[in-house]
Structures are given as C-alpha cells and as structure tokens.
C-alpha cells in the first residue's frame, strides 16, 4: 500500500475531494514525522508505538574485507505493533 492508495481509502470512503483527502493525509504524516523529529513517542491505539532510539557509536567490521571499522552514533526509528493488531493478523 502506497501514500496515493491510503489517499484513494479516504476519498472513498469519506466522500472528501481528492485534493482534500490528500491533504489531510500530508497533514497526519507531517504531524507525526515532526512528533517524532522532537523525540516524542507517537502511540496510534489499537496500531502501535512508533519510538525513536539513540544508538551509539560502536566499532564493526566490513564483511568483505574483515577491516574493522567505526559506527557513527545515530537515532532509528522503531516500531512494536499494539496487541490489537497482532491478533487480527494472526
């Protein structure tokens, strides 16, 4: 599923114009990219938690050539899904 298709859901299924159907959807995805930009923890019940870690830096080794190298510290974005949404996966 692609930002157009979820686009495409809200169209149809709230009868907003496309180009306000786009709008609100650029506006959720906005909201929770600058949430999580401060650092904030972003809970969507009955979805999930979406967190951003620090790692820190760290030495690892090239696979191709066994040189041992360095990691820069660096934020990631995790994801755990809700309860909810695992058992209506499974």
Do not use: C, H
Not at 20 to 48: C, M, N, P, R, T
């Amino acid at each position: 599923m692609t930002k157009i298709d979820i686009i495409q859901s809200v169209y149809e299924k709230l009868g907003f114009s496309k180009k306000d159907s786009a709008d609100i959807v650029e506006s959720v995805f906005d909201l929770i990219k600058d949430k999580l930009a401060q650092g904030e923890k972003v809970k969507i019940s009955g979805f999930g938690n979406f967190v951003v870690k620090e790692k820190r830096s760290r030495r690892g080794r090239n696979p191709q050539t066994g040189q041992e190298i360095s990691i820069t510290a660096r934020r990631v974005l995790t994801f755990k899904s809700s309860q909810v949404l695992r058992k209506a996966l499974n």
